[in-house]
């Protein structure tokens, strides 16, 4: 019986195995979000407290994400992915029984929330870089499909929706104790995954040092042909002495060189730094106060506008999967990005609650489609020995401005008024985006590198 589109990806047993692992592991995390809250609370913790227990849990993801880039590239991603989940269950086991013994402190949840951050700067580019290794090409869009609806559903809804009934009803730590649960049942489904190595190692030499193009185009970043103990022994020979880090800074060079030097890469990177720049202050910071002060709403009425983005990015995840990729696929994915903004405006002007959710629905569906089409092209058109290096310079980017981004809204307010502020980003975020395909020749590109599927 033919499975829907979206759905065929999970004919695959490795495949199967690798998305329940997300699915659990991503509950888990979603769960994490309100037990934190309530541990800091429950410690008579402050603002200022759980202000600087989740600083800490993004300064894990920041400083990790590059390495975990090499090591995706580096070494096998099952075993890798499993020494994620393996960290993440013995730390939430930790918390757990310290918080059910009276023995946690704010100290051991800010060493919790770094481990969990370096686990996902770990975890993402492991997981990008194996999904072209068990899945066939054309297969590829409806999984990063599924990860987008799943995602905003599993972590933005469920997780923290399980997590706050579970806090009701059993001791502090019982919430807990589940994800420690969750991440010990990803590890035991993590067992079970192989993911193929690669064919071959790359070229070794100045072609492999400096892959200037995208690997359609120069065939020399392609891997090479041969057996892979000579193609090792080879790249064993070729591999210039200075110890551990100076190999990491040359492996992560590499991936940078490769962007840099990938037009359509660069360009599309440049653009979604200033995006998030431009959106996620004003998103999480101002909106708050717009429900406050034009609604009159509060932090649930807050958290229904939320729910609106992130169900409307699932949904728009889950229509891209169930579609063929389509022949322009860079203007297609700029498009949704940036078109999706425009509505973001009217969040200031009106003091409706359907138009301010329609309207945060609309941005959260044009992020979901194009994070689908973005995943997918990064996992068909980047060489695969660089993927996970340049799946985690995405990741780095992406979250490199988001603390300023917030830090700087609220002072901003004070001298530009709302509609002004949230108009400037519905408007300048998709002209840079058509600056970036203009600037990228990426409306040539994706002609002269037709992708099938």
């Known amino acids: 019986m033919p499975l829907p589109r979206a759905l065929e990806p999970f004919r695959l047993g490795e495949y199967r195995v690798l998305a329940f692992a997300m699915f659990v592991s991503v509950f888990g995390a979603g769960m994490w979000a309100v037990a934190l809250v309530n541990q800091v609370l429950e410690l008579d913790g402050t603002a200022v407290d759980l202000s600087a227990v989740t600083a800490v849990g993004a300064l894990g993801m920041l400083v990790v994400v590059l ?26 086991g930790t918390v757990a029984v310290l918080a059910l013994t009276g023995g946690l402190r704010l100290w051991h949840l800010g060493a919790a929330a770094f481990v969990f951050g370096a686990g996902v700067g770990f975890f993402y580019p492991a997981y990008s870089a194996a999904l072209p290794r068990v899945l066939p090409a054309r297969q ?73 193009a995208d690997p359609v185009v120069r065939p020399a970043a392609e891997p090479v042909v041969g057996s892979a103990p000579d193609a090792q022994a080879s790249a064993g020979a070729a591999e210039p002495s200075g110890g551990v880090f100076a190999s990491v800074r040359r492996d992560l060079m590499e991936g940078v060189r490769y962007t840099v030097h990938t037009p359509w890469l660069l360009w599309t990177l440049l653009w979604a730094v200033c995006a998030v720049f431009l959106l996620l202050g004003p998103l999480e910071v101002l909106v708050p106060f717009l429900v ?104 780095f980017v992406s979250i490199a401005l988001m603390p300023v981004s917030m830090a700087i ?21 998709p ?3 058509f600056v970036a395909l203009w600037a990228g020749r990426m409306r040539q590109d994706e002609l002269a590198h037709p992708l099938s599927g």
Do not use: K
């Not at 390495?67 to 939430?92: K, M, Q």
């Open 140 to 212: 590829l869009l409806a999984a990063n499909g599924v990860e987008g609806t799943a995602r905003p559903l599993l972590q933005q809804a469920a997780g923290p929706a399980v997590a706050g009934v579970l806090i009701g009803l059993l001791a502090p730590g019982g919430a807990v104790a589940l994800i420690a649960v969750c991440h010990l049942a990803a590890l035991v489904l993590l067992l079970r995954l192989h993911v193929p190595e690669r064919e071959a190692l790359p070229v070794t030499g100045p072609a492999a040092r400096a892959p200037l």
């Open 431 to 433: 002209v840079l985006g």
């Open 67 to 92: 390495v975990g880039g090499i090591a995706a590239d580096r070494f096998p991603l099952a075993a890798l992915l499993r020494l994620v989940e393996t960290a993440n269950a013995l730390t939430a």
């Open 292 to 395: 406050r002060d034009r609604l009159g709403g509060d932090a649930a009425t807050f958290g229904y506008l939320l729910a609106c983005y992130g169900g409307a990015s699932a949904l728009a995840s889950l229509v891209v999967a169930s579609l063929p990729l389509p022949r322009r696929y860079l203007s297609w994915m700029i498009g949704l990005w940036g078109l999706g903004t425009l509505p973001f405006g009217l969040v200031a002007t009106t003091e409706s609650f359907w138009v301010m959710a329609l309207c945060l629905a609309c941005v959260g569906a044009g992020d979901g489609a194009g994070m689908v089409l973005w995943g997918t092209l990064l996992q068909r058109r980047v060489p695969r020995h660089m993927l996970g290096r340049v799946s985690s310079l995405d990741f």
């Open 409 to 429: 809204a609220g002072p901003v307010a004070q001298v530009v008024p709302l509609p002004v502020i949230f108009w400037t980003v519905a408007v300048l975020t």
